[in-house]
């Protein structure tokens, strides 16, 4: 029993002692294969990084190069980002960063470019433009020689179609109050929008109460043909002249250079930029000129009167009537617009045109109720010619 045992133990032991041997034998062999195996794989990984290192990625590369290219040649480039007008009037800059960054202007005279002088039309409005039919016929089939601003109360919204003259141009305003250095302000700021146009050259302000007296043509070439811009510049002795003189705005503004004039003007490109970039005079009116100093009234007078006085032709484009008397002029509704009413404007008086006597002395009007829009459209094309 004992002998059987010990065969059975030793049968085992030697049955484990084939089995590795067995292993052992394998075990050369497997390396052997596995050794060719990693050097098959190396070699087709060897070829395939090569085959796509100078075939398939060089079409990667260029096909994701040439995917960017239309975005960079959307970008404005070279002088075209300097002369091309801004596409949105909204903006978000600051009235400091506006200014400032419409103080720049050409030095030379020349430009490297076809140039297209435009007229820029500033609409300075409390809201709505009741009058717009109007100036959408005035203005139709000049595209290219006009641009518009419109600054409204900051509450309001203008709402045109497409179509219109009108249509998205709005700029960023604020409260403008009548007499007070804000209605200056909101003045700054439609030329200061309109200067960022390179092609305007001429700044018409008007309200929403205008309406042109002749066809667009005819104005065109009378703003373009001028060698002054008009704004009234005159000086008044009387207490609503140098009678709103402040003392403390010397030495800035002496009392030999005060001026009054019409806050409804049309001045040229460099005067324009002279209003802008100021920062001499408009402390002092901000601070001395309050009413009964009506800011508006005096401040781009007198300063243009120290700046550039040779320019000025030192009267108004837009005709008003005063003669009913009060703070402001007399308005006109529909029982108003006859033939008659417009041949008073006409003939009413003379001035010089370029150093020449004219009966042509206004090329607007105002003030007129929305009431008068339908007889204006009526009698325009026979009395105002469009």
């Known amino acids: 029993m004992q002998t059987r045992v010990v065969q059975l ?22 390396l052997l ?18 085959t796509i290192k100078y075939t398939g990625i060089q079409n990667v590369v260029t096909t994701v190069t040439s995917s960017f290219v239309p975005c960079r040649e959307e970008e404005p480039s070279g002088l075209s980002r300097w002369i091309q007008p801004p596409l949105v009037l909204m903006h978000n800059m600051t009235d400091e960063e506006l200014l400032w960054r419409a103080s720049f202007w050409p030095r030379r005279k ?20 009741p009058l717009a039919l109007l100036w959408e016929r005035f203005l139709k089939g000049h595209k290219g020689l006009y641009s518009v601003y419109i600054h409204p109360h900051p509450s309001f919204t203008s709402k045109f179609p497409s179509s219109s003259v009108f ?32 092609s305007n050259e001429w700044f018409v302000l008007v309200s929403e109460s205008c309406i042109p ?61 002279t209003i802008v970039k100021d920062t001499l005079y408009y402390p002092k009116f901000k601070e001395f000129c309050r009413p ?46 006859t033939e008659n009413f417009f ?27 929305p009431s008068a829009l339908e007889p204006l459209l009526h009698i325009a094309p026979k009395i105002l010619g469009f």
């Open 9 to 30: 133990e030793e049968g085992k032991e030697n049955g484990i002692s084939v089995r590795t041997g067995q292993h052992k034998a394998f075990r050369p062999k497997l």
């Open 33 to 50: 294969v596995l050794g060719l195996f990693l050097a098959f794989s190396a070699t087709v990984f060897i070829i395939s990084v090569s």
């Open 110 to 129: 020349e430009y490297p470019f076809k140039r297209v002088p435009k007229i820029a039309f500033m609409f300075l409005t409390k809201g709505p433009l």
């Open 167 to 198: 249509y998205r141009r709005q700029i960023p305003s604020q409260v403008a109050e009548w007499g007070r250095m804000t209605m200056c302000d909101a003045e700054k700021r439609l030329l200061a929008n309109a200067l960022l146009d390179i």
């Open 213 to 273: 007296l002749f066809n667009f043509t005819t104005i065109y070439s009378y703003l373009s043909q001028s060698k002054h811009s008009f704004m009234g510049a005159f000086d008044d002795p009387g207490p609503f002249g140098r009678g709103r003189y402040n003392p403390n705005m010397e030495p800035e503004v002496p009392i030999t250079k005060w001026r009054k004039g019409s806050q409804w003007f049309e001045i040229n490109r460099e005067l324009a930029a």
């Open 292 to 337: 009964a100093c009506y800011v508006d009234e005096h401040y781009f007078p007198t300063m243009l009167t120290i700046e550039k006085p040779v320019v000025l032709a030192n009267r108004s484009l837009t005709w008003v009537d005063w003669s009913r008397g009060g703070p402001h002029p007399a308005t006109f509704g529909r029982s108003d617009i």
């Open 343 to 369: 041949g008073k404007i006409f003939d009413g008086r003379n001035c010089t045109y370029n150093g020449r006597n004219t009966s042509m002395c206004y090329l607007f009007a105002r003030k007129f109720a």
